[in-house]
């Protein structure tokens, strides 16, 4: 594995029982694919279990198994990465009641941490430090009915509300989210197409027609390692 990819797996320590503890799946060093933060060296740790499943879900393998560490133990493995950036996803990692700790004790420690949420669980909980990536469902994911909307009025301008697009209709809906709901005046927005189902070129035409306040994106994590986890 290059050096831009390495999976920390050993343990730092032995871990007291009293502690909280998380469930992982991984914790890798690689380059944010995504939002504000592309091409940034990023600590990713990934936390295991979701509640939603959506059919493009590209990450069905943090759905069970992982590993239950204590919270210091999370800690010590992102730090002997040695690099500013944090990111906490799953999964959905919200689906632990102690994921807002984790985040809360990474910016304690001078990180720059993201959150990458679905938005279908509460974000009140979620240190104000910490840059919420918003995943609002469109109808093509099948689990739009999850959203909830109240999570917008917790968005703050650092934050970022994403959109995947599967296809044209998807886009319709997430442009008229976007003007009646006024996103764009809350925070960045974000339009991403679903990897090897909606060709990009296409998604951007219909943005540069409409004109819209977003930023198109294209996960770069995957145009370079595809979809192999750890990545």
Not at 9 to 17: K, Q, R, Y
Not at 66 to 73: I, K, N
Not at 152 to 165: A, M, N, R, S
Request: glycine letters at 8%.
């Amino acid at each position: 594995m290059s050096p831009v990819n390495q999976v920390v797996t050993e343990s730092s320590g032995v871990a007291n029982p009293t502690a909280t503890a998380l469930r992982v799946t991984e914790i890798f060093l690689s380059l944010q694919g995504e939002t504000s933060r592309v091409g940034l060296p990023t600590v990713f740790v990934r936390l295991t279990g979701c509640p939603l499943r959506c059919g493009y879900c590209d990450t069905a393998y943090a759905f069970h198994g992982g590993e239950s560490l204590q919270l210091d133990d999370i800690l010590q493995r992102v730090a002997a990465y040695g690099v500013r950036h944090v990111t906490l996803t799953g999964g959905e990692p919200l689906a632990q009641k102690h994921a807002p700790l984790l985040l809360r004790q990474l910016a304690d420690a001078g990180y720059s941490v993201s959150l990458e949420t679905s938005g279908a669980l509460d974000v009140a909980a979620v240190d104000t430090r910490i840059a919420k990536i918003l995943d609002i469902k469109t109808p093509g994911s099948g689990e739009c009915e999850r959203n909830l909307w109240s999570n917008l009025g917790h968005l703050t301008p650092h934050d970022e509300i994403k959109f995947v697009v599967c296809d044209e209709s998807d886009y319709l809906w997430s442009r008229d989210q976007l003007q009646t709901r006024r996103l764009d005046t809350l925070c960045p927005v974000l339009f991403s197409p679903v990897h090897g189902r909606l060709e990009p070129r296409l998604l951007a035409d219909w943005i540069v027609r409409d004109k819209l306040p977003v930023r198109m994106q294209v996960q770069l994590h995957k145009l370079l390692w595809g979809d192999t986890p750890g990545y």
